[in-house]
């Protein structure tokens, strides 16, 4: 009998306890990332039942969501807001968990600091009250969002029931063109397997394009899974994760690390390794992608024409003219050149240096165009000091556009970064739900961050292979 496994299999089996009587698996959690939004009622609830954190040095929390980016002086100007990280503040010290807020200089979005502070590691379990934690799936850990009940689960007993996903491996192979970057690779991957096509399923990402990215290109993968449907998303630990991790504040240090790093390449998927289904997908079909309607999924490559609906299959079709009416597009229209009138630059899809340098580099070349406004938001604190070291903050002031504080912004606008009435928005966050940007009727398109650089400068979306 074959004993080749995936890294899924592999990691699964190292973190069950127990199997349950209902067929699913009682998992320890590695790690334990919380924010100020998830985490108040589980705290609350802990202490309800009289129950103490079990393992505060695996837990880790920051102030993401509610902090305003144009100021982060305390007290916060909007008392919800201070009340939310007051309560975190108290939570925390009373529990031994360390904060990092913004006094502490590694404030930023969860999803953002957990790989730079090197508390992601591969061959971990990892659990946060974020949908988007499938990002730190990038290290090769098995990483998934989890709700207010289960973060209490895990801060009262480190471990969480889960019911085994099926694996599903996606081999991106090929190339990619200029100006085509990982955030058009996910799109392009929803696109074509649907919101919905990973249910059920973890993803594994591999082949030649996904092994040339960077960890940040990576994490850029890995955060939009849920957007597909799949709770986790992983690729496998090689040089680039190892490299990256060295050095890191909390990375094992010295002979220790020599030792971590050939545990976390034995626990890559063996080459043999069998899944539950595989799906190729040609770096070279990637264009630069741009969300049409109101899910990840209703994307399409900029030079394309919104589709028709009588080229989409019968069941698609409700869901397709809800979105053209919702978004006041017309079908077998171009997409490039649609009026804009915010850009935001930021989130834990594409806030990392890497992010920014690529959309500076697209705003140099112009000036914001008349009307429309912008955010460029760090993904952390980090970010930000890099940033400014290398003078990204005046490329990007020059041009016009608005440089912020580290926060979640206008991902989804439980701060004061948000859209006024029906403002359409060239975002670089992961969801473009009805209302994710803070008005109902406010409506966001999903791109790259140069591709937001880009129409930014032109007021429209545009291609950024013209600019670049
Ligand atoms: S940036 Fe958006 S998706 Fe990421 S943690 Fe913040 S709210 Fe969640």
Redesign the pocket.
């Known amino acids: 009998m074959s004993t080749s496994a995936s890294l899924f299999d592999k990691v699964w089996k190292a973190h069950t306890v127990r199997e349950l009587p209902d067929g699913q698996a009682q998992l320890f959690i590695g790690l334990h990332l919380i ?1 100020e939004v998830t985490s108040p009622q589980a705290f609350a609830m802990l202490k309800e039942m009289d129950l103490p954190v079990r393992f505060p040095e695996r837990t880790f929390a920051t102030v ?2 509610i902090i305003p980016t144009y100021s982060q002086v305390r007290p916060l100007a909007d008392g919800l807001a201070e009340g939310m990280l007051v309560a975190l503040e108290r939570n925390c010290r009373s529990n031994g968990i360390p904060l990092f807020d913004p006094a502490s200089g590694h404030q930023g ?4 600091i957990g790989p730079e502070l090197g508390l992601t590691q591969p061959g971990m379990t990892i659990a ?1 009250g ?3 934690t499938s ?1 730190h799936g990038a290290f090769g850990a098995i990483a998934f969002g989890i709700g207010t009940s289960q973060v209490r689960d895990v801060l009262a007993t480190q471990c969480l029931a889960m019911a085994k996903p099926r694996v599903r491996r996606i081999e991106v192979t090929g190339r990619l063109g200029g100006g085509v970057y990982a955030k058009d690779v996910i799109l392009h991957i929803i696109r074509k397997l649907g919101v919905k096509g990973g249910v059920g399923y973890a993803y594994e990402y591999a082949g030649e394009v996904i092994e040339a990215m960077t960890m940040e290109e990576r994490l850029t993968v890995c ?1 939009m899974s849920i957007e597909g449907g799949a709770r986790v998303g992983y690729i496998n630990p090689d040089d680039t994760t190892i490299e990256y991790l060295r050095g890191r504040e909390y990375a094992p240090a010295g002979d220790v690390f020599e030792r971590a790093s050939s545990w976390w390449r034995s626990i890559a998927s063996d080459a043999d390794a069998s899944y539950d289904d595989v799906v190729a997908v040609a770096g070279a079909d990637v264009s630069p992608t741009v969300t049409w309607g109101i899910h990840p999924g209703q994307a399409i490559g900029v030079a394309e024409a919104i589709p028709r609906l009588t080229s989409v299959p019968d069941e698609d079709r409700p869901g397709y003219a809800e979105a053209l009416e919702f978004m006041g597009l017309r079908q077998g229209e171009p997409l490039a050149g649609t009026r804009i009138d915010v850009a935001f630059i ?4 594409n ?1 990392r240096i890497s992010d920014l340098r690529e959309a500076a580099r697209v705003a140099q070349k112009g000036h914001v165009a008349p009307g429309v406004r912008t955010f460029v938001v760090p ?1 952390s604190q980090a970010v930000a000091r890099q940033a400014e070291e290398e003078g990204l903050d005046e490329v990007f002031k020059a041009a016009g556009f608005d440089w912020r504080e580290p ?3 206008m ?2 606008a ?1 701060n004061p970064d948000k859209l006024v009435g029906r403002e359409l928005c060239a975002s670089s ?3 473009n739900f009805k209302g994710r940007q803070g008005s109902p009727t406010g409506r966001t398109m999903l791109m790259s961050p140069a591709m937001v650089a880009a129409a930014a400068i032109r007021g429209e979306v545009t291609d950024v292979r013209e600019v670049l």
């Open positions: 924010h993401d969501h979005v969860v999803h953002v946060c974020d949908s988007h990002t955060n930021g989130s834990c899809t806030g993904g926060g979640c912004s991902c989804l439980m966050s992961n969801r």
